[in-house]
């Protein structure tokens, strides 16, 4: 079997990480195409390296733009390359336009397509992810679930018959990272300057659309941050850094310190380090659900409603709605005393992608 995996983006390759680990100890052919939608090294780079991923076979080096210049240039530039692979399966990660583009160019050539991460919903339509992700959905030959949720999702849509419950693969690489980072195998992180790693600290994220392009939403939320009774290491991702300086707004002060986004087995450490997570990320929420940190996310709504189970997700759109006190309880409120479910798998979701393609091969 041949298969040709799509990524582009930081999430895409965290999941890679199991995906290529599952393949090499199999004789799979499995090749994989960077399209570069994610090119600055905090956000590439050292995801390849930091978690043992091969080099990728071919690199696009597609770069910024708009979405629809992003996922156009990528599009054509997938297009020679699966013709020339010609592969048993096109798997694509996720929700960015990589994988909008990977599904389109290999629907078009005839080639299967797989969904890894398929039946996530936000429900959401102003959210590119979200068209991305049901755009996907419905041109994919195979839909690779990660939760039972996921998968009641795609039988409402009526694409119950080429759906898989496989677990989710962040699972597999989340467990092995915190295992290694306990048994102190991983260096501490590289926390922003002002941050006291032994002292009690959040950890934030923040690069959402819905967030950083309106200049008056993220200045509230950058003041909510600075406003908090704890110190706050915002890891800073390029968009959210680029539409503070476009819109004028000021990082840092109060509570507030930036630094630069961390490699994974440094963002783990930092989450465990933590007291807490504030983030609009969807992976970073089901992280810090995995690492029993409690998240607060600065969304209406989450794809990872699971997390939402006894509090250790909550939910808070407009900070400023609730109050300074009230904010301040919210973010930095204790973990629960419940304990988790299972919901994501037990981390053996990678072994069980490669096995259902393998017996869905046309």
């Not at 599952?22 to 390849?48: C, K, M, N, P, R």
């Not at 195979?142 to 998968?151: F, N, R, Y």
């Not at 677990?167 to 195998?185: H, I, P, T």
Request: proline share 7%; hydrophobic share 45%.
């Amino acid at each position: 079997m041949k298969v040709v995996s799509i990524v582009g983006a930081r999430p895409q390759l965290v999941k890679l990480a199991p995906i290529a680990a599952a393949f090499a100890a199999t004789d799979h052919e499995h090749v994989i195409v960077h399209t570069g939608q994610h090119y600055d090294a905090d956000l590439s780079d050292v995801f390849f390296s930091g978690l043992g991923i091969p080099d990728p076979d071919v690199h696009l080096g597609i770069g910024s733009g708009s979405h629809g210049v992003q996922t156009g240039r990528t599009l054509a530039a997938l297009d020679p390359v699966l013709a020339a692979e010609r592969p048993d399966w096109v798997l694509v990660y996720g929700d960015t336009n990589s994988t909008l583009a990977g599904a389109l160019s290999a629907v078009k050539m005839h080639l299967p397509v797989a969904h890894l991460e398929a039946g996530l919903r936000s429900f959401n339509r102003r959210m590119p992810e979200e068209h991305n992700r049901v755009l996907t959905d419905h041109c994919a030959d195979l839909l690779l679930a990660p939760t039972e949720e996921a998968v009641r999702h795609l039988a409402t849509e009526g694409l119950a018959e080429r759906v898989v419950l496989v677990g989710d693969v962040m699972v597999d690489v989340c467990l092995r990272v915190r295992d290694a980072v306990r048994a102190g195998g991983q260096p501490r992180p590289q926390l922003p300057e002002g941050i006291d790693p032994d002292a009690p600290y959040l950890l934030a994220t923040l690069h959402r659309a819905e967030n950083t392009d309106d200049p008056r939403r993220l200045g509230a939320l950058v003041s909510a941050l600075a406003e908090l009774p704890v110190p706050v290491a915002l890891l800073a991702h390029p968009r959210l850094l680029a539409k503070a300086e476009e819109h004028g707004i000021k990082l840092g002060g109060g509570a507030l310190h930036v630094g630069r986004p961390l490699p994974y087995a440094g963002m783990v450490a930092a989450v465990l380090g933590s007291v807490g997570v504030v983030t609009d990320s969807g992976g970073l929420q089901k992280e810090a659900y995995l690492l029993d940190r409690p998240c607060t996310t600065l969304r209406p709504e989450t794809e990872w409603v699971e997390t939402l189970a006894d509090d250790w997700n909550r939910l808070v759109p407009d900070p400023a709605a609730l109050g300074r006190s009230a904010w301040a309880e919210v973010a930095t409120r204790s973990r629960p005393a419940a304990g988790r479910g299972n919901p994501y798998g037990d981390g053996r979701a990678a072994q069980n992608v490669v096995r259902v393609l393998a017996e869905h091969v046309r």
